[in-house]
Protein backbone atom coordinates (compact mmCIF):
# COMPACT_ATOMS: atom_id res chain seq x y z
CA UNK A 1 0.00 0.00 0.00
CA UNK A 2 2.83 2.25 1.07
CA UNK A 3 4.51 1.86 -2.28
CA UNK A 4 1.48 2.48 -4.55
CA UNK A 5 0.88 6.20 -2.45
CA UNK A 6 4.61 7.13 -3.28
CA UNK A 7 3.61 5.85 -7.13
CA UNK A 8 0.95 7.38 -7.19
CA UNK A 9 3.10 10.55 -5.47
CA UNK A 10 5.53 10.61 -8.12
CA UNK A 11 3.18 10.25 -11.08
CA UNK A 12 1.29 13.58 -9.53
CA UNK A 13 4.71 15.24 -9.19
CA UNK A 14 6.03 14.50 -12.83
CA UNK A 15 2.51 15.68 -13.73
CA UNK A 16 3.18 18.49 -11.93
CA UNK A 17 6.43 19.43 -13.02
CA UNK A 18 5.73 19.45 -16.98
CA UNK A 19 2.86 21.40 -16.69
CA UNK A 20 4.99 24.05 -14.37
CA UNK A 21 8.11 23.77 -16.77
CA UNK A 22 7.10 24.15 -20.85
CA UNK A 23 9.48 21.22 -21.81
CA UNK A 24 9.18 21.95 -25.35
CA UNK A 25 10.97 25.24 -24.52
CA UNK A 26 13.20 23.96 -21.97
CA UNK A 27 14.37 21.22 -24.45
CA UNK A 28 14.96 23.75 -27.49
CA UNK A 29 17.05 25.60 -24.91
CA UNK A 30 19.45 22.85 -23.75
CA UNK A 31 20.09 21.70 -27.62
CA UNK A 32 20.55 25.29 -28.23
CA UNK A 33 22.62 25.77 -25.85
CA UNK A 34 24.78 22.73 -26.19
CA UNK A 35 24.87 23.09 -30.32
CA UNK A 36 26.60 26.76 -29.59
CA UNK A 37 28.89 25.44 -27.37
CA UNK A 38 30.53 22.98 -29.95
CA UNK A 39 30.22 25.28 -33.00
CA UNK A 40 32.29 27.94 -30.69
CA UNK A 41 34.92 25.03 -29.61
CA UNK A 42 34.85 24.06 -33.66
CA UNK A 43 35.28 27.96 -34.99
CA UNK A 44 37.59 29.29 -32.23
CA UNK A 45 40.09 26.85 -31.82
CA UNK A 46 42.68 28.40 -34.61
CA UNK A 47 42.39 31.86 -33.42
CA UNK A 48 42.25 31.00 -29.94
CA UNK A 49 45.41 29.05 -29.97
CA UNK A 50 47.07 32.09 -32.16
CA UNK A 51 45.74 34.79 -29.77
CA UNK A 52 46.02 33.28 -26.34
CA UNK A 53 48.17 30.28 -26.71
CA UNK A 54 44.87 28.22 -24.99
CA UNK A 55 43.20 26.73 -28.41
CA UNK A 56 40.03 26.37 -25.85
CA UNK A 57 39.87 29.61 -24.97
CA UNK A 58 36.90 30.84 -25.88
CA UNK A 59 35.14 27.86 -25.69
CA UNK A 60 35.87 27.69 -21.57
CA UNK A 61 34.42 31.37 -21.16
CA UNK A 62 31.44 30.32 -23.76
CA UNK A 63 30.71 27.43 -20.93
CA UNK A 64 31.20 29.79 -18.13
CA UNK A 65 28.76 31.90 -19.48
CA UNK A 66 26.36 28.89 -20.21
CA UNK A 67 26.48 27.93 -16.37
CA UNK A 68 26.07 31.68 -15.26
CA UNK A 69 22.98 32.06 -17.67
CA UNK A 70 21.64 28.92 -16.62
CA UNK A 71 21.54 29.97 -12.99
CA UNK A 72 20.33 33.48 -13.80
CA UNK A 73 17.43 31.52 -15.82
CA UNK A 74 16.53 29.33 -13.04
CA UNK A 75 16.55 32.57 -10.27
CA UNK A 76 14.20 34.72 -12.88
CA UNK A 77 12.23 31.50 -12.99
CA UNK A 78 11.57 31.67 -9.26
CA UNK A 79 10.70 35.21 -9.07
CA UNK A 80 7.32 36.40 -9.37
CA UNK A 81 6.24 38.57 -12.47
CA UNK A 82 5.02 41.10 -10.23
CA UNK A 83 8.64 42.04 -9.54
CA UNK A 84 9.64 42.87 -13.10
CA UNK A 85 6.01 44.76 -13.89
CA UNK A 86 6.75 46.78 -10.30
CA UNK A 87 10.37 47.66 -11.05
CA UNK A 88 9.75 48.16 -15.19
CA UNK A 89 10.20 51.56 -15.14
CA UNK A 90 13.28 51.84 -12.79
CA UNK A 91 15.17 49.13 -14.84
CA UNK A 92 15.05 51.48 -18.05
CA UNK A 93 16.08 54.32 -16.65
CA UNK A 94 19.29 52.66 -15.12
CA UNK A 95 19.84 50.92 -18.60
CA UNK A 96 19.85 54.96 -19.89
CA UNK A 97 21.79 56.00 -17.68
CA UNK A 98 24.26 53.11 -18.37
CA UNK A 99 23.91 53.78 -22.41
CA UNK A 100 25.19 57.40 -21.41
CA UNK A 101 28.24 55.85 -19.49
CA UNK A 102 29.36 54.09 -22.70
CA UNK A 103 29.53 56.96 -24.74
CA UNK A 104 31.55 58.97 -22.07
CA UNK A 105 35.51 58.48 -22.77
CA UNK A 106 37.48 56.72 -20.32
CA UNK A 107 34.70 54.96 -19.35
CA UNK A 108 32.68 52.93 -22.12
CA UNK A 109 35.12 50.80 -24.28
CA UNK A 110 35.94 51.37 -27.89
CA UNK A 111 36.55 48.61 -30.31
CA UNK A 112 36.99 48.96 -34.02
CA UNK A 113 35.18 52.62 -33.67
CA UNK A 114 32.29 51.70 -32.17
CA UNK A 115 31.62 52.68 -28.12
CA UNK A 116 29.10 49.67 -26.44
CA UNK A 117 30.38 48.07 -23.66
CA UNK A 118 31.58 48.73 -20.20
CA UNK A 119 34.33 47.31 -18.72
CA UNK A 120 33.56 45.14 -15.64
CA UNK A 121 36.33 43.86 -14.65
CA UNK A 122 37.53 40.43 -17.18
CA UNK A 123 33.89 41.05 -18.07
CA UNK A 124 32.51 43.70 -20.87
CA UNK A 125 28.90 44.62 -20.44
CA UNK A 126 27.15 44.82 -23.99
CA UNK A 127 24.63 47.84 -22.43
CA UNK A 128 22.62 47.15 -26.07
CA UNK A 129 21.63 44.03 -25.52
CA UNK A 130 19.37 44.85 -21.80
CA UNK A 131 18.79 47.81 -23.78
CA UNK A 132 16.38 45.65 -26.00
CA UNK A 133 14.98 43.34 -22.70
CA UNK A 134 14.39 46.26 -20.71
CA UNK A 135 12.64 47.96 -23.43
CA UNK A 136 9.89 45.06 -23.93
CA UNK A 137 9.51 44.62 -19.92
CA UNK A 138 8.56 48.78 -19.68
CA UNK A 139 6.34 48.44 -23.08
CA UNK A 140 5.10 45.49 -21.77
CA UNK A 141 3.55 46.97 -18.50
CA UNK A 142 2.88 50.33 -20.07
CA UNK A 143 0.52 48.14 -22.22
CA UNK A 144 -0.77 47.07 -19.34
CA UNK A 145 -1.24 49.98 -17.35
CA UNK A 146 -2.66 52.29 -20.40
CA UNK A 147 -4.14 49.64 -22.64
CA UNK A 148 -7.42 51.06 -23.03
CA UNK A 149 -6.48 54.57 -23.32
CA UNK A 150 -3.67 53.85 -25.86
CA UNK A 151 -6.58 51.82 -28.02
CA UNK A 152 -8.78 54.96 -27.92
CA UNK A 153 -6.47 57.49 -28.20
CA UNK A 154 -3.35 56.76 -30.12
CA UNK A 155 -1.93 59.83 -28.70
CA UNK A 156 -1.20 57.79 -25.42
CA UNK A 157 1.31 55.99 -27.48
CA UNK A 158 3.75 59.72 -27.31
CA UNK A 159 5.20 58.40 -24.36
CA UNK A 160 6.31 54.90 -25.46
CA UNK A 161 7.74 56.74 -28.88
CA UNK A 162 9.75 59.11 -26.70
CA UNK A 163 11.40 56.15 -24.37
CA UNK A 164 12.35 54.27 -27.72
CA UNK A 165 13.55 57.59 -29.49
CA UNK A 166 15.92 58.24 -26.72
CA UNK A 167 17.53 54.35 -26.37
CA UNK A 168 17.53 54.80 -30.14
CA UNK A 169 19.40 57.60 -30.43
CA UNK A 170 21.96 56.51 -27.71
CA UNK A 171 22.19 52.96 -29.84
CA UNK A 172 23.08 55.11 -32.88
CA UNK A 173 25.33 56.99 -30.89
CA UNK A 174 27.08 53.99 -30.13
CA UNK A 175 26.90 53.43 -33.21
CA UNK A 176 24.39 49.90 -32.97
CA UNK A 177 22.31 50.38 -35.84
CA UNK A 178 21.44 46.62 -35.92
CA UNK A 179 20.51 46.50 -32.24
CA UNK A 180 18.08 50.15 -32.98
CA UNK A 181 16.74 48.16 -35.73
CA UNK A 182 15.98 44.62 -33.61
CA UNK A 183 14.14 47.20 -30.48
CA UNK A 184 12.22 49.77 -32.36
CA UNK A 185 10.70 46.67 -34.70
CA UNK A 186 10.44 44.49 -31.53
CA UNK A 187 8.40 47.64 -30.02
CA UNK A 188 6.23 48.38 -32.86
CA UNK A 189 5.44 44.42 -32.86
CA UNK A 190 4.41 44.95 -29.13
CA UNK A 191 2.15 48.09 -29.77
CA UNK A 192 0.18 46.24 -32.64
CA UNK A 193 0.03 43.29 -30.58
CA UNK A 194 -1.22 45.48 -27.56
CA UNK A 195 -4.23 46.50 -30.04
CA UNK A 196 -3.51 49.82 -31.51
CA UNK A 197 -5.35 49.90 -34.90
CA UNK A 198 -3.65 49.42 -37.66
CA UNK A 199 -3.84 53.54 -39.22
CA UNK A 200 -1.53 55.35 -36.60
CA UNK A 201 0.93 52.32 -36.24
CA UNK A 202 1.51 52.04 -40.10
CA UNK A 203 2.18 55.94 -39.22
CA UNK A 204 4.80 54.94 -36.92
CA UNK A 205 6.24 52.54 -39.24
CA UNK A 206 6.56 54.86 -42.32
CA UNK A 207 7.99 57.64 -39.67
CA UNK A 208 10.50 54.63 -38.24
CA UNK A 209 11.74 53.81 -41.89
CA UNK A 210 12.14 57.20 -42.91
CA UNK A 211 14.41 57.84 -39.94
CA UNK A 212 16.52 54.42 -40.81
CA UNK A 213 16.61 55.41 -44.19
CA UNK A 214 18.30 58.78 -43.38
CA UNK A 215 20.65 56.70 -40.75
CA UNK A 216 22.00 54.85 -43.58
CA UNK A 217 22.07 57.86 -46.10
CA UNK A 218 24.03 60.03 -43.56
CA UNK A 219 26.62 57.37 -42.79
CA UNK A 220 29.44 56.77 -45.73
CA UNK A 221 29.98 53.52 -43.90
CA UNK A 222 26.71 52.33 -43.91
CA UNK A 223 26.10 52.81 -47.23
CA UNK A 224 29.37 51.03 -47.78
CA UNK A 225 27.63 48.23 -45.91
CA UNK A 226 24.47 48.27 -48.07
CA UNK A 227 26.31 48.48 -51.72
CA UNK A 228 28.40 45.94 -50.86
CA UNK A 229 25.60 43.78 -49.62
CA UNK A 230 23.98 44.21 -52.99
CA UNK A 231 27.25 42.82 -54.97
CA UNK A 232 29.90 41.61 -52.78
CA UNK A 233 31.94 39.95 -55.34
CA UNK A 234 32.24 43.70 -56.87
CA UNK A 235 34.79 44.09 -53.72
CA UNK A 236 35.48 40.60 -52.33
CA UNK A 237 38.69 41.61 -50.68
CA UNK A 238 37.46 44.73 -49.27
CA UNK A 239 34.07 45.82 -48.04
CA UNK A 240 32.94 42.36 -49.69
CA UNK A 241 35.20 40.37 -47.90
CA UNK A 242 33.53 38.87 -44.84
CA UNK A 243 30.18 38.16 -46.57
CA UNK A 244 32.22 36.39 -49.64
CA UNK A 245 34.17 34.43 -46.89
CA UNK A 246 30.69 33.35 -45.32
CA UNK A 247 29.29 32.54 -48.76
CA UNK A 248 32.25 30.34 -49.69
CA UNK A 249 31.45 28.57 -46.13
CA UNK A 250 27.99 28.21 -46.46
CA UNK A 251 28.56 26.75 -50.27
CA UNK A 252 31.07 24.41 -49.47
CA UNK A 253 29.06 23.03 -46.66
CA UNK A 254 26.39 21.37 -49.24
CA UNK A 255 23.80 18.70 -47.96
CA UNK A 256 25.78 17.44 -44.84
CA UNK A 257 28.49 19.40 -44.53
CA UNK A 258 32.33 18.83 -44.60
CA UNK A 259 32.32 17.13 -40.99
CA UNK A 260 32.16 18.28 -37.55
CA UNK A 261 35.95 20.08 -36.55
CA UNK A 262 36.58 20.52 -40.89
CA UNK A 263 35.54 24.12 -41.95
CA UNK A 264 38.43 25.78 -43.97
CA UNK A 265 36.89 29.06 -43.77
CA UNK A 266 37.36 29.41 -39.99
CA UNK A 267 40.98 29.29 -40.55
CA UNK A 268 41.36 33.39 -40.76
CA UNK A 269 39.64 33.96 -43.84
CA UNK A 270 36.30 34.07 -42.09
CA UNK A 271 36.72 37.00 -39.93
CA UNK A 272 34.50 36.30 -36.55
CA UNK A 273 33.63 33.39 -36.78
CA UNK A 274 32.79 32.53 -33.26
CA UNK A 275 30.61 35.16 -33.03
CA UNK A 276 28.84 37.28 -35.67
CA UNK A 277 29.30 34.53 -38.42
CA UNK A 278 29.00 31.37 -36.68
CA UNK A 279 26.25 30.08 -38.58
CA UNK A 280 28.29 30.35 -41.35
CA UNK A 281 30.99 27.78 -39.93
CA UNK A 282 27.81 25.75 -38.99
CA UNK A 283 26.63 25.61 -42.07
CA UNK A 284 30.05 24.59 -43.83
CA UNK A 285 30.95 21.45 -40.73
CA UNK A 286 26.86 20.15 -40.89
CA UNK A 287 25.96 21.34 -44.10
CA UNK A 288 22.16 22.19 -45.21
CA UNK A 289 20.88 19.75 -42.48
CA UNK A 290 22.41 21.31 -39.64
CA UNK A 291 21.16 24.75 -41.07
CA UNK A 292 17.53 22.74 -40.76
CA UNK A 293 17.59 21.57 -37.34
CA UNK A 294 18.61 25.02 -36.03
CA UNK A 295 15.91 26.60 -37.59
CA UNK A 296 13.70 24.14 -36.58
CA UNK A 297 14.87 24.58 -33.01
CA UNK A 298 14.36 28.20 -33.33
CA UNK A 299 10.81 28.06 -34.92
CA UNK A 300 10.12 25.72 -31.97
CA UNK A 301 11.40 28.07 -28.97
CA UNK A 302 9.55 31.64 -30.60
CA UNK A 303 6.44 29.09 -31.25
CA UNK A 304 6.35 28.43 -27.27
CA UNK A 305 7.06 31.94 -26.50
CA UNK A 306 4.22 32.83 -28.23
CA UNK A 307 1.86 29.80 -26.94
CA UNK A 308 2.59 30.74 -23.33
CA UNK A 309 1.92 34.21 -23.80
CA UNK A 310 -1.62 32.85 -25.08
CA UNK A 311 -1.81 31.12 -22.35
CA UNK A 312 -1.60 34.11 -20.17
CA UNK A 313 -3.38 35.93 -22.14
CA UNK A 314 -6.11 33.56 -21.29
CA UNK A 315 -5.80 33.29 -17.85
CA UNK A 316 -6.11 37.33 -17.65
CA UNK A 317 -2.37 37.86 -17.39
CA UNK A 318 -1.63 40.79 -19.83
CA UNK A 319 1.68 41.59 -18.83
CA UNK A 320 2.97 37.70 -18.65
CA UNK A 321 1.22 37.76 -21.97
CA UNK A 322 3.10 40.91 -23.59
CA UNK A 323 6.38 40.41 -22.42
CA UNK A 324 6.34 36.11 -23.77
CA UNK A 325 5.40 38.18 -27.14
CA UNK A 326 8.11 41.08 -27.30
CA UNK A 327 11.06 38.47 -26.28
CA UNK A 328 9.68 35.71 -28.91
CA UNK A 329 9.53 38.66 -31.74
CA UNK A 330 12.77 40.19 -30.25
CA UNK A 331 14.75 36.47 -30.19
CA UNK A 332 12.96 35.69 -33.78
CA UNK A 333 14.04 38.84 -35.55
CA UNK A 334 17.92 38.61 -34.23
CA UNK A 335 17.94 34.84 -35.19
CA UNK A 336 16.20 35.72 -38.90
CA UNK A 337 18.94 38.58 -39.34
CA UNK A 338 21.48 37.12 -38.04
CA UNK A 339 21.26 34.05 -40.39
CA UNK A 340 19.94 36.33 -42.94
CA UNK A 341 23.28 38.67 -42.73
CA UNK A 342 25.58 35.12 -43.08
CA UNK A 343 23.63 34.19 -46.30
CA UNK A 344 23.94 37.68 -47.93
CA UNK A 345 20.04 38.13 -47.44
CA UNK A 346 20.63 40.88 -45.35
CA UNK A 347 23.37 43.92 -45.22
CA UNK A 348 26.21 42.77 -42.64
CA UNK A 349 25.02 43.76 -39.14
CA UNK A 350 26.76 43.22 -35.56
CA UNK A 351 24.26 40.88 -34.35
CA UNK A 352 25.00 37.36 -32.53
CA UNK A 353 22.86 34.41 -32.86
CA UNK A 354 20.91 33.33 -29.77
CA UNK A 355 22.46 31.40 -27.55
CA UNK A 356 24.92 30.30 -29.76
CA UNK A 357 27.55 32.72 -30.64
CA UNK A 358 30.28 33.74 -28.54
CA UNK A 359 29.23 36.80 -25.66
CA UNK A 360 28.77 37.12 -22.56
CA UNK A 361 26.25 40.21 -22.75
CA UNK A 362 24.20 38.07 -25.32
CA UNK A 363 24.01 34.52 -23.76
CA UNK A 364 23.27 36.48 -19.96
CA UNK A 365 20.21 38.84 -21.19
CA UNK A 366 18.71 36.02 -23.82
CA UNK A 367 18.68 33.40 -20.53
CA UNK A 368 16.35 36.20 -18.68
CA UNK A 369 14.30 36.74 -21.27
CA UNK A 370 13.73 33.25 -21.32
CA UNK A 371 13.38 32.73 -17.99
CA UNK A 372 11.09 35.20 -17.82
CA UNK A 373 9.37 33.03 -20.42
CA UNK A 374 9.27 29.89 -18.55
CA UNK A 375 7.87 32.06 -15.36
CA UNK A 376 5.12 33.09 -17.12
CA UNK A 377 4.12 29.61 -18.27
CA UNK A 378 4.67 28.74 -14.46
CA UNK A 379 2.08 31.57 -13.31
CA UNK A 380 -0.60 30.35 -16.25
CA UNK A 381 -0.37 27.47 -15.21
CA UNK A 382 -1.03 27.86 -11.44
CA UNK A 383 -3.73 30.16 -12.13
CA UNK A 384 -5.42 27.55 -14.60
CA UNK A 385 -5.23 25.01 -11.42
CA UNK A 386 -8.34 24.69 -9.29
CA UNK A 387 -8.71 23.18 -6.17
CA UNK A 388 -11.42 20.58 -4.91
CA UNK A 389 -13.34 21.04 -1.84
CA UNK A 390 -11.05 18.61 0.12
CA UNK A 391 -8.12 20.86 -1.07
CA UNK A 392 -6.43 18.09 -3.44
CA UNK A 393 -5.00 19.69 -6.53
CA UNK A 394 -7.10 18.77 -9.79
CA UNK A 395 -5.15 19.29 -12.52
CA UNK A 396 -5.81 19.94 -16.13
CA UNK A 397 -3.74 21.27 -19.82
CA UNK A 398 -3.31 24.97 -20.06
CA UNK A 399 -1.30 25.15 -23.31
Not at 134 to 146: D, E, P, T
Not at 367 to 393: D, I, K, N, Q
Request: net charge positive.
Amino acid sequence: MPAQVTRKRIRGFDLQLSRRVDLVLLLSIVILLCLGLVMVASASVTIADQNTGNPFYYFYRQLLYVALGVSIMVLVYRLPLSFWENAGLLMLLITMVLLVMVLIPGIGKTVNGSSRWLPLGSFNLQVSELAKLMMIVYLAGYLVRQGEKIRAMPKELLRPIIVMSILGALLLKEPDFGATAVLIATSLAMIYLGGVRLGPLFLLIILASVVMALVIGGSPERMERMTSFFDPWQDPYDSGFQLTQSLIAIGNGAWFGKGLGESIQKLFYLPEAHTDFLFAVLAEELGLLGVCVVIVLYTLLVWRCFVSGAQAESQQQPFGAYLCYGIGVWIALQAFINMGVNMGMLPTKGLTLPLMSAGGSSMLVTCVALGLVLRVHREGFEAGRPRSVTGRTSYKVVS
